[in-house]
């Protein structure tokens, strides 16, 4: 992933320093394992833990050769060990290493990630009480609705997000996993308790059964989720874009001094932050379909899975950590205008309380046809400019069949934010 979408912590995480140590990591797992199990003399595992190192530039320089990284790497840790280094890699394939290794940062990229969303989930359940009661417009089809509030619109979000730290924190356990299992997964020369061994020692379940690899139905399952947690993302962020539009302006994102907005029109203030996580998201969502068709491999094992992770994987879990990173900066500086909120919602001259109008009329006696047509000729009205309640109150039918008092009744905001307060106690905000 380049660095503008980085961050510090999954640069490290990512990086080919830390891949290749938890390489050496799982080697040296290894040979402690089977030093304990009695299948390589005593103080191999030390003297291996003491001298194995490896050097970047000379694995690539052996891979030349080789034409096979994990090889590349275990040439070079063996240049660097005396007689204990031909137990290095022993009784072990490729893949025990490269996937529990695997296992081990996909853990960590997990564990990131989740700890980056509850701080944005944080900062969504504080301006959801903060803004509880600031009243706004609901929209359905991108028309006026009903009121709602815009702390309701953050609570929907919340209780969103609670789902995406749920899903995620399955994933990171279905991927937490290691397979010291051999090359077709039979342990014909690893022993399972020396794979359980092994993976305990590197904070990993071992996988109940596994072929040259751990199968990737596991590894579709995190990237399943990060699409799920980008999406609701771009969504959020696709939100604040249409409130932030000059015509309606509720929201704005912060624009700080010496920022431009625009290289022509100075005037401008874009939404360009929730615009940039809105089009991250759909990187992310691609991302999946490589990682789901990688699923089906040849046998016990292909290489069509390998070229699609060294991309899929770190750029995922790389963006989806910084998406979350900057959602969460955006909503910090968010701008927010109840005065335009409350313009907003009475444009339409009390429109928006038609349903309230039409239920009334049902309970004095009118059956529901009746009643919908009623308020739904005097919400024509309304579209046409005329004020929609000035237009209810001298309608023949409604002088007829309600007082003023339930008129008055129909037109309550109140009425529609009644529950909020338990809504927002049914999700512990």
């Known amino acids: 992933m380049i660095e503008r979408y980085t961050t510090p912590e999954m640069r490290r995480l990512w990086s080919a320093q830390n891949k290749t140590e938890r390489w050496l990591e799982v080697e040296i797992a290894v040979c402690e394992g089977l030093e304990h199990f009695g299948k390589i003399p005593a103080g191999t595992a030390e003297a291996i833990r003491k001298g194995a190192r490896f050097d970047l530039k000379r694995i690539a320089e052996l891979e030349r050769e080789t034409r096979h990284d994990v090889m590349a790497f275990v040439k070079n840790v063996a240049e660097n060990l005396g007689p204990e280094g031909r137990f290095v890699h022993y009784g072990v394939t490729s893949y025990d290493i490269v996937d529990t290794a695997l296992g081990m940062l996909l853990r960590d990229a997990s564990t990131q990630i989740i700890e980056r969303a509850s701080s944005l989930n944080e900062t969504i359940r504080r301006l959801a009480r903060e803004h509880r009661h600031t009243v706004m417009i609901g929209r359905t089809h991108g028309i006026h609705a009903e009121p709602i509030t815009f702390g309701f619109k953050l609570a929907t979000w919340l209780d969103e997000m609670n789902r995406s730290l749920e899903r995620l924190e399955r994933a990171r356990t279905a991927v937490a996993v290691g397979k010291i299992s051999g090359a077709v997964g039979t342990h014909a020369n690893i022993s399972l308790e020396i794979e359980r061994h092994v993976c305990h020692n590197l904070g990993l379940e071992p996988a109940p059964i596994s072929t040259q690899v751990v199968t990737r139905d596991r590894h579709a399952e995190l990237m399943t989720a990060l699409a799920i947690l980008a999406a609701s993302l771009e969504r959020f962020a696709t939100e604040i874009r249409n409130m932030a539009r000059t015509e309606i302006r509720e929201v704005q994102e912060r624009f700080a001094a010496g920022q431009k907005g625009s290289s022509a029109m100075p005037h401008k203030r874009n939404p360009w932050n929730c615009e940039t996580v809105t089009g991250l998201a759909r ?147």
């Open 283 to 429: 990187v992310v969502r691609g991302n999946l379909f490589p990682m789901l068709e990688s699923m089906a491999t040849w046998h016990e094992r292909d290489l069509t899975n390998s070229s699609v992770e060294r991309i899929a994987l770190p750029d995922t879990t790389t963006l989806c950590d910084w998406m979350c990173w900057k959602f969460q900066d955006i909503l910090e500086g968010l701008v927010v205008f109840p005065e335009n909120m409350r313009r907003n919602l009475e444009q339409m001259g009390g429109l928006v309380f038609s349903e309230q109008i039409m239920l009334a009329l049902i309970a004095a006696g009118l059956d529901r046809e009746e009643a919908y047509t009623v308020a739904q000729r005097n919400a024509a009205r309304a579209w046409d400019g005329a004020d929609f309640r000035e237009s209810v109150a001298a309608d023949p039918i409604v002088l007829e069949k309600l007082s003023h008092e339930q008129v008055d009744h129909a037109f309550d905001m109140e009425y529609h934010l009644k529950s909020i307060d338990d809504i927002f106690e049914r999700l512990g905000i």
